[in-house]
């Protein structure tokens, strides 16, 4: 079944620590996002990839940074985590055509104590 | 720069009731609109997308419409119930950046037993 998995679902960690927060879809889609998103707030567009070893920053300025090394995986990296980075993040796949819409990830909770 | 409104942004009807959201956006030269549904703490759950080329979708007691020219979507909820409880959410793709899609800020929709 085609879909987008997102591990872990859940992580706690002390500051300081570095982090990968992984993305993988199943669909080949070329485009993958990253956005941020607050308890009850809006989200926020922080890495996007359009395929294969490009990556762009979005609209919220991040400390972190992506890579695009396989169109299926697109990896999200804190190199050193602090509280200010407790937030949960969705990750998302799309391709080109009007016929095709986002399908999300089921996010993860971070939270950096 | 395209926006994307979201009135109300919290409704609470009884059971049983009809209801419409509204999408509002500014740039009418759109490639495509897609609503989601979120639960708390979880990720985005595609409902309907609407192609430029379109003027409705419907799957199940869900109908949307586009209206290009006034810059207005609406999701119709046939006989809601406590289970369709979440946040209503839109994103709008424009012609002119298809890559990616702008989020307007929710309905939280609130369905008394």
């Known amino acids: 079944e085609a879909d987008i998995y997102q591990t872990p679902r859940y992580l706690v960690i002390g500051t300081g620590k570095k982090i990968t927060l992984e993305c993988s879809q199943t669909?080949?889609?070329?485009?993958m996002y990253w956005y941020q998103q607050d308890p009850g707030m809006e989200l926020h567009l922080i890495h996007y990839s359009y395929g294969v070893n490009s990556t762009e920053k979005g609209d919220l300025s991040s400390e972190s940074t992506v890579s695009r090394i396989r169109t299926e995986h697109f990896p999200l990296t804190l190199e050193s985590a602090r509280p200010s980075h407790t937030s949960q993040y969705l990750c998302?796949?799309?391709?080109?055509?009007?016929?095709?819409?986002?399908?999300f990830g089921s996010g993860t909770r971070l939270t950096v104590v | 720069k395209q926006e994307v409104t979201q009135i109300p942004a919290a409704l609470s009807v009884p059971e049983g009731e009809n209801l419409v959201l509204n999408c509002s956006f500014t740039?009418?030269?759109?490639?495509?609109l897609q609503w989601f549904r979120q639960d708390p703490g979880k990720g985005l759950t595609s409902l309907l997308l609407i192609q430029s080329s379109q003027r409705e979708q419907t799957s199940g007691r869900l109908n949307a419409s586009l209206d290009k020219s006034s810059g207005r979507s609406t999701l119709y909820i046939a006989a809601s119930q406590p289970g369709d409880s979440a946040t209503y959410l839109c994103a709008v793709t424009i012609m002119r950046d298809a890559g990616k899609s702008t989020f307007g800020d929710g309905t939280t929709l609130t369905v008394k037993p």
């Open positions: 740039d009418s030269a759109i490639y495509n």
């Open positions: 669909m080949g889609h070329d485009k």
């Open positions: 998302a796949s799309s391709e080109w055509g009007a016929s095709y819409g986002y399908t």
